[in-house]
């Protein structure tokens, strides 16, 4: 019963904008469209999952605004929302039904895989509020599909404002994986000087080519309190150290970036979500991101979120999900390198997007 960590197609129902999608996933899967197409609704779903599976799927509807802020058109209009994972011949399935106290019931939770005779599905429970998939099957499909899931992390690096968790001090023991919003990223920065040192220096190189000035990090205890630690800084030729607000928006998100893929890969997640990684980067940082998220594809799988004319040069077509608003539902759409091979002989794909010939484009 051998698993595929790379999620191979998803179906989902009744989530948010999406009413309806079934999209094969590869490898490498970099999504387009306009504002408000549904692009980080389909980022959003996954950190849906992953909270589930940590148990905390009601505090997840309760700051997202409740079931009829997740349900697609809230539950006058949908009344069950549904999730098929599939990892090749194995997968995780749930459906979610709103409650009269506005919680989220699981509805159907189960497994699934291949067998010679057919298909066989394990249902773990009905009617429960919080995942049963860490109780177990009494078969091995949740040993290996559960921890694959579990190891989903979706980043997200908009806020750098002085407020930023990633500016702060924090517990230098907070280290076993980088946090969502890079909160922790002084910690495992030196978790990994200390432990990682190929990895670390090649980070830091990675820094250099898009900040000729960085030098490098000085990473070290907090004199006062030597459980704590914050990111410090030296520029190039220079001994003084300097904080994390002396750093550029741009400069830090691709401080964070290039963690989340140059990171070891027995630390990497199975699946590494990025939404909107191209705020405030420079157009060669864009370039040296892209290089870093087909590197990282190889062995890990990637969706990122995008609206960057230059980031999606970058890609082929077959990479690019173009994701449309259709009467009020998200569409999504792998493009066809055959079916655009005429006109990327003349045009770069960011061109014949610009030029609304993908889709994903406003309209009315």
């Not at 290039?258 to 997640?269: G, K, R, S």
Request: net charge neutral; aromatic share 10%.
């Amino acid at each position: 019963m051998a698993l595929n960590g790379k999620l191979s197609k998803l179906v989902l129902k009744g989530f948010k904008s999406i009413a309806d999608c079934e999209l094969k996933m590869r490898p490498l899967n970099i999504l387009i469209g306009s504002n408000g197409a549904g692009k980080s609704n389909f980022i959003t779903f996954f950190r849906m999952i992953q909270q589930l599976l940590d148990g905390n799927l009601q505090q997840f509807v309760s700051q997202h605004g409740g079931p009829d802020s997740i349900l697609h058109f809230g539950r006058k209009v949908t009344g069950t929302l549904s999730a098929e994972l599939h990892f090749g011949n194995n997968g995780y399935k749930v459906s979610l039904e709103a409650t009269q106290d506005n919680r989220m019931m699981i509805a159907e939770e189960g497994f699934w895989w291949d067998a010679p005779d057919g298909a066989i599905t394990k249902i773990i429970g009905r009617g429960h509020f919080e995942s049963k998939a860490e109780e177990g099957t009494g078969t091995k499909i949740d040993k290996y599909v559960v921890p694959v899931l579990k190891k989903w992390r979706v980043y997200h690096f908009h806020d750098t404002s002085d407020s930023a968790y990633v500016k702060r001090i924090h517990r230098i023991a907070d280290n076993a994986y980088l946090r969502s919003d890079a909160g922790n990223l002084a910690a495992f920065l030196y978790f990994l000087q200390q432990v990682y040192p190929k990895e670390f220096s090649q980070i830091v190189q990675t820094i250099r080519l898009v900040a000729p000035f960085f030098g490098q990090f000085r990473l070290r205890p907090n004199g006062v309190n030597g459980e704590m630690i914050e990111l410090e800084w030296f520029e190039r030729g220079e001994d003084i150290p300097f904080k994390a607000h002396h750093l550029s928006d741009g400069t830090l998100r691709f401080i964070c970036l290039a963690t989340v893929f140059l990171q070891p890969a027995d630390l990497q997640p199975e699946t590494i979500l990025v939404d909107e990684p191209e705020l405030g980067l420079h157009p060669y940082a864009i370039t040296t991101l892209a290089s870093l998220i087909r590197s990282a594809s190889k062995s890990k799988q990637v969706i990122v979120s995008t609206q960057s004319v230059e980031l999606l040069n970058e890609f082929d077509p077959e990479d690019v999900v173009v994701v449309d608003k259709d009467e009020g539902g998200s569409v999504f759409k792998r493009l066809d390198t055959e079916e655009l091979r005429s006109w990327l002989q003349d045009y770069s794909l960011g061109e014949l997007w610009k030029k609304n010939l993908l889709g994903g484009r406003p309209s009315r």
